[in-house]
């Protein structure tokens, strides 16, 4: 081993220099195999410079998150729940029902879910733009196509 060799680490500042912005179009997608593809982009896992507690990844947009596909009998069958924090408090929302009312929650939850639990997460999760429809404002970043 040569002792003059040294781990890479990024610093925030050098991270937020190289970051990007990505487009994906969630129509027909599976929901799984896009939040897994979302969160690497957010984390910058596939970038050379990853470094597990610094921000290093890119900004996702995602548009037509309510043409989003699941497998299966999902679209009636899965559940959404929560809890209010009082006995009795915990509630159920199907996700038919869900899609309705919030189409871009169950994204947001599927890449919350991959995301670390910490406060590096819930920064990352803010860099993840998803709207319904085909539409974004994020034209003047000039995002790149990601591919699912």
Do not use: C
């Not at 081993?1 to 781990?7: E, I, Q, S």
């Not at 593809?37 to 290093?56: E, Q």
């Not at 169950?106 to 709207?131: E, S, T």
């Amino acid at each position: 081993m040569n002792p003059h060799r040294k781990t890479y680490t990024a610093n925030p500042d050098e991270a937020q220099q190289q970051r990007g912005w990505w487009v994906v179009d969630a129509t027909d997608v599976p929901l799984g195999r896009l939040a897994s593809l979302i969160a690497t982009k957010l984390r910058g896992k596939d970038k050379p410079t990853f470094t597990p507690h610094v921000d290093t990844g890119d900004f996702v947009v995602v548009v037509n998150a309510n043409k989003i596909k699941l497998t299966g009998n999902k679209w009636n069958q899965k559940f959404y729940y929560h809890h209010s924090g009082y006995p009795g408090g915990l509630t159920q929302i199907r996700y038919d029902n869900l899609v309705e009312r919030r189409p871009e929650m169950p994204v947001q939850k599927a890449v919350r879910g991959m995301l670390p639990k910490n406060k590096l997460g819930r920064k990352l999760l803010k860099k993840l733009k998803i709207y319904a429809g085909p539409d974004h404002p994020h034209t003047a970043q000039a995002p790149q196509e990601l591919k699912v």
